[in-house]
């Protein structure tokens, strides 16, 4: 079972116009929303996105845009160390 955020809530943008083929936000997206595809990245599952913003970081053509720290990764490291249940509002409980 592949984990997912809430559909259609996600923050991601990005602008193929701007993308070079780098393959950089392929690299270091931990979901698979990217793939390539005729030179270019393609945007395949937007929805499993986490919104870490390693993406966007990595991106040196600024290609791709999300606001960081308001998804599941932002609740993960914000769970570190405290002892509570991770819980980012994910489909069918937390992540």
Not at 23 to 30: K, Q, R
Request: aromatic content about 4%; some cysteine; charged content about 20%.
């Amino acid at each position: 079972m592949k984990l997912r955020y809430l559909s259609g809530v996600v923050t991601l943008k990005y602008d193929v116009n701007k993308c070079k083929g780098c393959a950089s936000c392929i690299e270091v997206c931990p979901h698979g929303v990217f793939s390539m595809e005729a030179g270019k990245a393609r945007m395949v599952d937007k929805d499993s996105c986490i919104e870490c913003g390693a993406c966007m970081k990595n991106c040196p053509f600024d290609a791709i845009s999300v606001d960081a720290g308001v998804g599941c990764a932002a609740a993960i490291l914000a769970s570190k160390g405290t002892g509570k249940a991770v819980c980012c509002g994910s489909e069918g409980g937390c992540c």
